[in-house]
């Protein structure tokens, strides 16, 4: 079982990403799918997250109207679209899957083994 995120890079501040989020191994389609970022010497924090159908999302303020999460139930793959980033967005993201409703990382069930996203000045 597994969950691969991949998407990160290089980008200045001011541009965009598309992360993915692909499951292998068992179908993630009813799950909540959750993303989370990772900064250095920070504690894991939660980005945003939808339900299994993608009709429901929830986002941290401080990615509100620049950060959408989308998922594909077909492909059975989840997208953050990032937009107008800042440095401050620097950081290991990560995607999870969890069947409870919830912000707090230690609910969720299935991890992905992140992807770095750099943002420079």
């Known amino acids: 079982v597994q969950l691969q995120a991949s998407g990160g890079g290089l980008v200045q501040a001011g541009g965009s990403l598309r992360l993915s989020c692909a499951a292998s191994g068992r179908s993630f389609s009813w799950y909540r799918m959750g993303w989370f970022r990772q900064a250095p010497g920070k504690e894991r924090e939660f980005v945003a997250v939808?339900?299994?159908?993608?009709?429901?999302?929830y986002y941290a303020d401080f990615v509100k109207g620049r950060f959408t999460i989308s998922r594909d139930r077909a492909k059975d793959t989840v997208y953050l679209q990032m937009n107008s980033l800042k440095p401050e967005d620097t950081a290991v993201y990560y995607c999870?899957?969890?069947?409870?409703?919830?912000?707090?990382?230690?609910?969720?069930?299935?991890w992905g083994r992140g992807t770095l996203v750099t943002v420079s000045s």
């Open positions: 939808a339900t299994g159908g993608g009709e429901n999302t």
């Open positions: 999870a899957a969890t069947r409870v409703p919830s912000i707090v990382p230690s609910v969720y069930e299935y």
